[in-house]
């Protein structure tokens, strides 16, 4: 079975830090470009951030740029997003989906099932 698999969600304060990752099962994610994104409540689901299949390629959006970094390794199978500095609009369900290119082109063939984050004091 193919799936996407995301941890590292939960609770935190305005400033704290998280790191979301985001592992493969059923093949192997070093063909695809890996994108995160994210769905806050009563708002349509946003790209926050993707890296290429080697890594040498990554986009961010503006609203997350200098704060989130995303990496991957590749033999873990696994891509990670670091979010520091996080703010109230962060809060939202985070998933991670492989696109069907090697490259961030947006055309999304599996996507993850999601985990919250929560920035509240």
């Known amino acids: 079975q193919l799936q996407l698999v995301e941890s590292g969600g939960g609770l935190v304060q305005p400033g704290g830090s998280l790191r979301l990752s985001c592992v493969a099962s059923?093949?192997?994610?070093?063909?695809?470009?890996i994108g995160w994104f994210r769905q806050a409540p009563g708002k349509e689901r946003e790209g926050v951030s993707c890296?290429?299949?080697?890594?040498?390629?990554?986009t961010y959006a503006t609203s997350v740029k200098g704060r989130f970094t995303i990496s991957r390794d590749n033999d873990k199978n696994t891509v990670y997003l670091l979010m520091n500095r996080l703010k109230a609009e962060d809060t939202a369900v985070y998933y991670c989906?492989?696109?069907?290119?090697?490259?961030?082109?947006?055309?999304?063939?599996?996507w993850g099932q999601g985990t919250q984050v929560t920035v509240s004091s």
């Open positions: 989906a492989a696109d069907q290119r090697s490259y961030c082109s947006g055309s999304v063939v599996y």
């Open positions: 059923g093949f192997t994610l070093d063909v695809y470009a």
């Open positions: 890296i290429s299949s080697s890594g040498d390629s990554t």
